[in-house]
């Protein structure tokens, strides 16, 4: 049985139901003296901070197609609001506003969705719905059992998404020692636009299955019997035919990175901050179909970049495949003379 001093630690927490993000949001708290790094960790474009009360910067959220974040210091926290948002969530962003610090982020959306993420020295240790924190995950899952205990994670009805806030927000309460109260909306709050990072490119040991419906047999059991190398120089030749396609192969980025193909490790920071900043330039402007492209052709040269060679020609390709005017049947033959080269 549950005492009355658990149950008021999580109903104390009921007004979030009234709240102006009743629906959904992502509140995330970064360990913190200043706002400005944790900021620069969500992605925020600095050159457009707003200084906007709640209801002004739920408005805002609402009304831009990009992620707007507001932020506010609570104690020796920075709290990170998002309306309807999801950046807080992301491991691109935890693992660079937890850097040097701690952080945690509260999650829940229309669909019923819910996810408590807690991460310290730039790794995601737990990560975990609200209904099912028994299904963990992150470098160190058990990371928060002990300050668990206690809270009535096993009484949660599936069908009320409030009660998994609530819980969420008493499990952050004891991480932070600073329970948010219906005065957290009161003020002004220092908002930004947000330029998203890039997905981290990630190990896939499906890849070569996934392009069985894209490439010809011949090229997936060439790729499969390559070495290293020849995969290499087979995702660097798909993304530089796609930045020749797209007219962009002379950007000053994008021709240091083709040039570092030889390298272990090529330049996969300048490429991704430049995938980054043109996405966003996307949303502020009205671009050609002739930039879209460039973008793609960016993205591209991203993916091959994957510390996996085979990793990075498979992405390199799937990415290609986008590239208007840029057919699998002209990728496959890029690929089979790039294999082909001694």
Known sequence: MRSNARCQEVERFG?????????????????????????AGFGAVSGHARALDFGEFCEEAYAQPYPVIGLRIVGDWVLVVEDNGLQGTRPEVLTRVSARTEALSVFWNTNL???FSYAVGGEVRTTFEALLPEFREGTRPDALEELREGLPWSALD???????????????????????????????????PVAAWPEDLRADPDALERL?????????DALRAADDRARRRAAVAVARRAAELAECADHPVISAVLASADDPVMDREAISEAVREWTWLLHRHR???KVRN??????????ATHDDPLAAVCASLSAAIGIRGLDAAELSGVVEDALGRA
Not at 19 to 26: D, M
């Open 294 to 303: 460039q973008v793609r052709a960016a993205e591209v040269l991203r993916q």
């Open 287 to 289: 671009a050609t179909s």
């Open 113 to 115: 969705s819910t996810r």
């Open 158 to 192: 599936s069908g009320n998404q409030a009660e998994g806030v609530e819980l969420m927000l008493a499990l952050a309460a004891r991480i932070t020692g600073q329970p948010l109260t219906p005065t957290w909306e009161e003020g002004q709050f220092l908002t930004f």
């Open 15 to 39: 007004w979030i139901r009234d709240s102006t993000v009743q629906e959904a949001a992502c509140l995330t708290f970064v360990r913190a003296t200043g706002v400005d790094p944790v900021a």
């Open 212 to 220: 069985a419906d894209r490439c010809p047999p011949g090229v997936i």
